[in-house]
């Protein structure tokens, strides 16, 4: 049977970055045997696996509840947008867009509560993309549909630079196919009524500057340099 | 002969051809182990992925942007064109910047470029009568394929040089997923019915641009295999049984008008079978992974597929289930026995 102060020591030294060689000498040096040392490593294997385990939990959860706020927030703005003045659902947009980043930052930066405040952030960003769509609606903007889609992505590529998150912009990735997949249909079924509106070319001319930008700035951090 | 004799002839065919296999492969086992260093790896971290993902979504806006540009233009581009260059573009940008999730979309865009272009050259249009050349349309499936086997040889010479053992694994699997799909469907009634045709129509030499297409392509496949085979790149087994597939397809694109029937029907199904055999065999002797969970899983939708396909009809309903049930589950088992074991040894390789 392992004793609690062997457990306690295994767990001191490993956070401190000490190897499992060199705990396992100093153990045995200490009168310990290999069975009890490797019973105290197995132990806290399962320990940590458990709190992996949590944490995964909570990061769910916390996505989970981040989209039913979103969801519960949309259908009740939904329900009622007809009944807005447009300066109160631009309003609307920016306070709880800013909003979810606030509280997404001060959760992740302050109380180090990352993937709660990543998830938070990503609310935001799901808020801005849907709030690019609300006022092309709202102000019967014209353009293409996909642009929105564009104009989302570089939303997302700037506060991914600005957070330095992975999650967004693996979130700007699927949104900027979106409009890969939107703008041929469109091109080609809609285009004989917008034949010399430049703008969608323009975005996207734009679009193919910025995702290669970004490729050559991903592919200068990644790390080995020298692995094919 | 009737339907019941040659499907009990295909079944102690392939019967025969699965013990074979098994003996063999169980021989082999006790002799040899499967090196891992064979897997197939997209990116080794987050930022290598972006970075390739985003690249990918730079030469597809490009295309687009193109053919925007194009469109408000009237028309200056055609858009085959459009795919051809952003094709070689993002093979550039493949070996430049490391990604190899750009090299089988740059890839799949050359050979739909191809086939857009050969869509054409089979109605040879006569500006003066308007005439149909109606060239046979088999060569647009059986080019392509021929053309693959040549992807496969350039992913062994890839593999010769460890920089390059991912791209080598994306020429090595296009090809493979290529034909296998391919074989599929002409294996199944749809198939054979768009076999039949296809066959309908006038030779390839009535097109130059097929001909020349089929010539070079022809080419350079077989002096890639001589070239492989010289500088030992290529196992003589293997260069035997890619001249065979290139054989088989080169020379289907002079097929005459063929009809449905049994015949074709068993030696399609056959093929197929011998097909997938030959994939875990290669993949237990190239030693990789992929090879052989590529090959067991085709092996099983095939049996699965071919089940339902000959014995929907003729088994009485509840028969039919209980066998399918008992079928996949005996079946589930065993692959997924053999295929640990087969993985298994690759581990205590290394």
């Known amino acids: ?228 | 002969m009737n339907i019941e004799i040659l499907i009990i002839i295909a079944i102690i065919i392939a019967l025969g051809v699965i013990a074979g296999f098994g003996i063999l492969v169980s021989r082999i086992f006790r002799r040899k182990t499967i090196s891992s260093a064979s897997n197939l790896r997209i990116s080794f971290s987050s930022e290598e992925t972006l970075s390739q993902l985003f690249f990918l979504l730079s030469v597809f806006f490009l295309a687009i942007t193109a053919i925007s540009f194009s469109r408000n233009l009237g028309n200056v581009i055609e858009w085959p064109l459009v795919i051809l260059s952003s094709s070689f573009i993002s093979i550039f940008l493949s070996y430049r910047f490391k990604g190899v999730l750009l090299l089988p979309v740059s890839l799949i865009g050359l050979f739909s470029w191809w086939f857009l272009k050969a869509s054409e050259w089979t109605i040879l249009e006569n500006p003066m009568e308007a005439v149909d050349a109606d060239i046979k349309d088999l060569s647009l499936f059986s080019l392509p394929l021929l053309f693959s086997l040549f992807l496969y040889i350039i992913g062994l010479i890839h593999g010769q040089n460890r920089k390059f053992e991912r791209y080598a694994a994306v020429y090595n699997v296009l090809p493979v997923i290529a034909i296998t799909v391919a074989l599929f469907f002409v294996s199944t009634e749809l198939g054979i019915e768009a076999l039949e045709e296809m066959t309908v129509g006038a030779d390839i030499f009535n097109s130059w641009q097929l001909l020349l297409s089929y010539i070079l392509g022809g080419a350079i496949f077989a002096g890639g295999i001589f070239y492989s085979l010289g500088k030992n790149i290529a196992r003589p087994v293997e260069g035997a049984v890619l001249f065979i597939y290139g054989a088989v397809f080169g020379l289907s694109v002079f097929l005459p008008d063929i009809s449905k029937s049994l015949y074709l029907a068993a030696f399609l199904n056959i093929f197929l079978l011998i097909h997938l055999v030959a994939l875990l065999f290669a993949g237990y002797l190239k030693k990789k992974d992929w090879f052989i969970n590529l090959g067991s899983l085709s092996l099983f939708v095939f049996i699965i597929v071919k089940y339902f396909d000959w014995a929907f009809d003729f088994l009485d309903k509840s028969v039919f289930f209980i066998s399918a049930g008992i079928l996949l589950l005996v079946l589930g088992w065993f692959m997924e026995k053999g295929r640990r074991y087969m993985l298994s040894s690759s581990k205590v390789a290394v």
């Open chain 1, 1 to 228: 049977m392992v004793e609690q102060k062997t457990i306690d020591y295994i767990r001191e030294n490993l956070a401190i970055g000490k190897s499992k060689e060199d705990i396992y000498k100093d153990l045995l040096a200490g009168g310990q045997t290999i069975n009890s040392i490797g019973e105290g490593f197995s132990l806290l294997t399962t320990e940590y696996k458990k709190e992996d385990s949590k944490k995964r939990i909570t990061t769910i959860m916390a996505v989970i509840g981040a989209i039913l706020v979103g969801a519960g927030i949309f259908s009740f703005v939904a329900a009622n947008w007809q009944e807005i003045g447009k300066f109160y659902k631009i309003l609307i947009i920016l306070c709880s867009m800013l909003s979810s980043y606030y509280g997404g930052w001060i959760l992740k930066e302050k109380y180090h509560r990352v993937k709660t405040g990543e998830a938070l952030i990503l609310l935001g960003s799901i808020i801005y993309g849907a709030g690019i769509f609300l006022i092309g609606q709202m102000f019967n903007i014209r353009a293409n549909w996909p642009d929105a889609f564009i104009l989302w992505m570089f939303g997302l590529l700037a506060l991914g630079l600005a957070l330095d998150s992975f999650v967004i912009f693996y979130f700007a990735v699927p949104v900027g196919f979106v409009a890969i997949v939107g703008h041929p249909f469109d091109i080609f079924n809609n285009f004989a009524e917008d034949r010399f509106l430049f703008t969608s070319s323009v975005v996207l001319l734009t679009a193919t500057i910025v995702t290669f930008v970004f490729g050559i700035i991903f592919y200068k951090k990644a790390v080995p340099r020298d692995i094919y």
